[in-house]
């Protein structure tokens, strides 16, 4: 029978085993955490693309994007400028660059004024008449006619990039010239509106397409939308992408932000950091026990709480906030009513609805994100306006 090994004790009374064994327990933890922290370090270090899920930006890969002519356009040694904010936009649209305007739905009459001052050649997808005379230094050049089906459009005109193209299907609105500095292209019918507008007054160069799809990733391969795109944004080196928000309201450029001052590195060790301070709060917390029901000592009903909360915003004369409220409730229930998810963007709001109800998108941009009533009146107003909106979609 062999014998069993003798096991050192210390003074305490301890082992090496039983010492081994109490320090994995204190460490066990701290050891588990530093792991999963290096993990997130190796996993946020790989490279991703950057991409998005907005319409018309050129790092979107979906079918509504533009990532694939903006691709195209930096091999071709383009250099794309993508904002979101009309005060960045017209700081980077120099003289001979290219100013790229996605849609004129979100812009107010200072940044469309801003916009007209800037020396860039401009393009500009499906513009409305104000935009398009405010750009155009000769005044009303064209008038912008109503949108007619998706179809193959030949050229039929002399300009130099609809040349080139050839034909491109397209639908959207038309334009009509109204001078000789107009040229219109790709006419629904011989001698009728045209999908393509271009003014050349020798300052600089506007173009206009009636319909947006043209440069979306899902068109760009049909007929010769692919070749019309490259050329009218490919003129120049550089090209501002400009795809406006329903968040921006001014021209002025903004500053440097806290974001723009830190290192490359600094979100990534904050989430680390706030990722260790979740698990040590979770391992150190103290365990609450099961939830304990009582009688509220009174019962507030919801209708009370709504005109508490309607009574609060009048006597503060809120007007604002008010109509804020109605807009996201409208927008939110309607574009349930649509099929869209909660996460779309205003672009695809606007979209929806205007197709689902048969009015303009301008008049559904400036019903849901236009600027808010200065009074009773004019909230009284708008509510009833929603509410006629949201009638109709919900008729479907």
């Known amino acids: 029978m062999r014998a069993q090994p003798r096991r050192a004790v210390v ?158 299907r397209t639908g959207g609105a038309g334009y009509l010239a109204r001078t000789p500095d107009a040229v219109v292209c790709f006419p629904a019918v011989a001698g009728g509106a045209g999908a393509y507008l271009a003014v050349d007054d020798g300052a600089r160069r506007v173009v206009a397409l009636g319909d947006r799809s043209i440069l979306t990733n899902d068109a760009l391969t049909a007929e010769g939308n692919a070749a019309l795109a490259l050329r009218v944004l490919g003129r120049h080196e550089a090209l501002t992408w400009y795809v406006p928000s329903s968040t921006d309201f001014g021209t002025e450029a903004a500053g440097p932000g806290t974001s723009d001052l830190l290192p490359p590195w600094a979100p990534v060790v904050g989430l680390q950091l706030l990722l260790v301070a979740a698990v040590a709060a979770v391992w150190r917390g103290r365990r609450l026990g099961r939830l304990v029901t009582e009688p509220l000592p ?62 303009r998108t301008d008049d559904v941009a400036a019903l849901l994100y236009g600027p808010p009533p200065t009074d009773d009146a004019g909230l009284e107003l708008l509510a009833r306006r929603l509410d006629d909106l949201e009638s109709e979609v919900h008729h479907l």
Request: with cysteine; hydrophobic share 50%.
């Open 298 to 359: 009174v019962i507030v009903r919801a209708a009370e709480t709504t005109r508490g909360r309607g009574r609060l915003y009048r006597r503060s004369r809120v007007y604002g906030h008010a109509a804020a409220a109605l807009r996201a409730g409208t927008a939110s229930r309607a574009a349930a009513r649509v099929g869209l998810p909660r996460t779309a963007g205003a672009h695809a709001v606007i979209d929806a609805l205007a197709a689902a109800t048969g009015r």
């Open 11 to 168: 003074g305490d009374g301890t082992t090496a085993r039983t010492r081994a064994r109490g320090r994995w327990r204190r460490w066990r933890w701290p050891l588990a955490l530093a792991s999963l922290v290096a993990i997130v370090a190796v996993a946020a270090a790989l490279p991703q693309p950057v991409t998005s899920s907005v319409a018309l930006a050129p790092d979107n890969p979906a079918g509504t994007g533009a990532r694939a002519v903006a691709q195209i356009l930096g091999r071709q040694g383009v250099e794309i400028r993508y904002v979101r904010t009309s005060g960045e936009a017209v700081q980077a649209a120099v003289a001979g660059s290219t100013l790229l305007v996605t849609g004129s739905a979100l812009l107010g009459d200072d940044q469309v004024e801003a916009i007209a001052a800037t020396e860039a050649d401009l393009v500009l997808l499906d513009p409305d008449a104000y935009l398009l005379d405010a750009v155009t230094t000769a005044g009303e050049v064209a008038d912008v006619a109503p949108a007619a089906g998706s179809s193959v459009r030949q050229a039929e005109c002399a300009d130099d990039d609809a040349a080139t193209a050839g034909s491109i």
